[in-house]
């Protein structure tokens, strides 16, 4: 199949990886960060000029961006997606969007003859290198069965949850527990090093009890080691928190106070100028807070891969 990928990022390059490695044409735009698109090349991608003229060479578009925003620019744009496709064109939404804002954009893309699915994924840059990300589908399921031998690719579970906005509503739920876990250990561990715990000690009796989790195994060495590259930002978790929050007060009469409380830690962080770091230096704020850096050597253990 001919497909246009929009987004080669930390998530998107993998996943087009694998399309390539599956036999699909792969078309790819420039990047802001070129270094994607260059490999993607180099491993068979054809590299086009834009969004209108990556949906004129192919059958299908999935983009993984960041925002409803870029989702937006990347449809409507000049040079978008929406100006050189043909009629019934089938676009599949792959990031963290607002629902809301996804019906309104598919509101849009139909009224210019395409069609727009959500299917967000998750599973982290771990789960799109190895080919195992669970996909959150909502919209038309004939168009979803339509795309799953390009989704089955790159992930392991497929989950259609309804109608258009659905999947998008998933995915925010399900980071939102995520995040909300990320921010309890976060807070777990500076209090534990306010009241002069050994750190190392701690984690190991972290990971021997109930609250053992795969976010506490793969977020503590990740802060031990001071690793605070970027797999998911801080700013991106903080967008997903307060769509999840915004979701409960518009959608439903849920009240959501630990999310909320949440929230807080992370924009925390966001304000101590950590946004551009990964989601789990959340911690740095608490570390400011507190006069301290919580640290320890672990040896060969260090966390792997990113929530999302």
């Not at 579970?157 to 990320?182: C, D, P, R, T």
């Not at 009241?195 to 053992?212: A, E």
């Amino acid at each position: 199949m001919k497909v246009a990928f929009l987004g080669a990022g930390l998530m998107g390059e993998p996943m087009a990886g694998h399309l390539l490695r599956a036999g699909h044409q792969v078309f790819v735009t420039a990047h802001r960060n070129r270094g994607p698109v260059e490999r993607l090349v180099a491993a068979g991608a054809i590299e086009v000029a834009s969004p209108a003229a990556a949906a004129a060479a192919s059958d299908v578009a999935l983009m993984i961006l960041p925002t409803s925003r870029e989702v937006e620019a990347v449809l409507f744009g000049d040079k978008g997606l929406a100006a050189g496709m043909r009629p019934g064109y089938l676009t599949v939404d792959m990031g963290t969007c607002y629902p809301a804002d996804t019906k309104k954009l598919a509101e849009r893309f139909a009224a210019a003859g395409g069609r727009l699915i959500d299917a967000p994924v998750t599973g982290g840059t771990e789960g799109a290198r190895n080919g195992t990300l669970a996909i959150m589908g909502g919209g038309d399921v004939t168009a979803f069965e339509e795309v799953t031998p390009l989704l089955k690719a790159f992930s392991a579970h497929l989950y259609h949850f309804g109608a258009l906005g659905s999947g998008h509503a998933a995915k925010l739920v399900q980071n939102m527990i995520g995040f909300v876990e990320v921010a309890a250990v976060a807070e777990g561990l500076a209090l534990s090093k306010a009241l002069g715990l050994d750190s190392k000690m701690f984690f190991d009796m972290l990971t021997n009890s109930h609250s053992n989790s795969p976010i506490i195994q793969w977020m503590v060495p990740k802060i031990f080691a001071g690793a605070f590259e970027a797999e998911a930002r801080l700013d991106i978790a903080y967008k997903d928190m307060s769509q999840a929050v915004k979701m409960g007060r518009e959608m439903t009469n849920l009240p959501l106070g630990i999310a909320n409380a949440a929230t807080e830690v992370f924009q925390l962080g966001r304000a101590l100028g950590f946004g551009d770091e990964d989601s789990t230096a959340v911690v740095r704020g608490l570390e400011k807070i507190l006069g301290e850096e919580i640290r320890a050597d672990l040896g060969s253990e260090k966390g792997t891969g990113s929530l999302g």
